[in-house]
């Protein structure tokens, strides 16, 4: 997931800006990967050089690569966003940004350094769809994610990959002005890496007030996904969402009556996604029986053995924690 860099993105394939430059794609036809080129230039720099020699006025989608931390600096994305502040009026069809596109070979998740991200969206009014992967520990550098966007007219999909969301990062996202979003996908990870969300953080969001469009809701990557799943089915939010995304996270047996019984709650959605989960074989042939009428697609795959004692932290581990 997170092991490799992204090839396909907002619909388009992927390619670094800077390789084949005598044999460049023409600028809609693909998604652009921008990271730091070292020496002087830095990310500034590199996004200059984009500027002047491609047609960026035609550019819809980029994805933000490393920003300086290879090699070991603990810079923040406040540097990448500034550049891309400083170049907006450059980029006028941009509709899609992904910020972080960094494997874990080049930094754990959870030692990504973020950034306050609200400049950036009053930058870019059009944005439809902003991904950020990381959070940033407050241990090692004082700039850490924060979402408490004043107002945005365009915002369709809201992504946060984590390790470890703080209940903070939520907070703000449910308190900012009405943002028109159809896709929310948050990654909860685990409370080692910072992960502190209470029921009342995501009230908002689950009894559908926060953002009335929403459609699709991805809850991902969680130490406690059955707990989740309760307070999905219990919400009025459920019966508006056509797709629902519990992966990468800690489903496991003592779940299995409750995901049975909520069948006829979810039958209506066109997808639901479980993969990664503790399940045995047999839980999963009996939970993927009871969708079997349904028309649900179920995502089952990915089953993890469940090793260590039933209170062992790391028996129920989800997908990505450090």
Do not use: C
Request: proline share 6%; net charge negative; aromatic share 8%.
């Amino acid at each position: 997931m997170i092991g490799e860099r992204l090839t396909e993105y907002a619909g388009l394939p992927v390619v670094d800006f800077l390789e084949d430059e005598e044999d460049r794609p023409t600028p809609s036809s693909v998604v652009w990967r921008l990271h730091s080129m070292y020496g002087e230039e830095g990310f500034l720099g590199t996004v200059g050089r984009f500027v002047q020699e491609v047609d960026t006025s035609k550019v819809t989608a980029l994805v933000i690569g490393d920003w300086g931390i290879e090699g070991g600096n603990d810079l923040s994305s406040a540097g990448a966003r500034d550049a891309l502040i400083e170049h907006a009026a450059a980029f006028p069809a941009l509709r899609s940004l992904f910020l972080g596109d960094i494997t874990f070979e080049m930094s754990e998740i959870s030692w990504l350094q973020q950034s306050d991200l609200a400049p950036l969206l009053v930058a870019y009014p059009a944005l439809e769809e902003l991904a950020v992967r990381g959070v940033g520990d407050t241990y090692v550098d004082p700039d850490v994610l924060a979402l408490h966007v004043p107002g945005h007219p365009s915002l369709r999909s809201l992504t946060v990959q984590s390790g470890g969301l703080p209940g903070r990062v939520v907070r703000e996202i449910v308190s900012s002005a009405p943002l028109p979003l159809e896709r929310l996908e948050l990654w909860l990870g685990v409370e080692h890496y910072g992960y502190d969300i209470v029921p009342e953080d995501l009230a908002p969001v689950l009894s559908g007030e926060a953002f009335p469009g929403l459609r699709h809701l991805g809850l991902r990557n969680a130490q406690d996904t059955g707990d989740w799943l309760r307070r999905l089915t219990a919400s009025p939010l459920l019966a508006r969402l056509t797709s629902v995304d519990l992966s990468l996270g800690s489903l496991r047996g003592k779940d299995v009556e409750h995901l049975i019984a909520s069948v006829p709650l979810l039958a209506h959605l066109e997808s639901l996604d479980l993969h990664h989960h503790y399940l045995s074989e047999e839980e999963t042939e009996r939970v993927r029986a009871a969708f079997a009428e349904t028309g649900v697609r179920v995502d089952l795959s990915d089953r993890r053995e469940v090793r260590g004692d039933e209170d062992d932290l790391f028996t129920y581990y989800p997908s990505v924690g450090e």
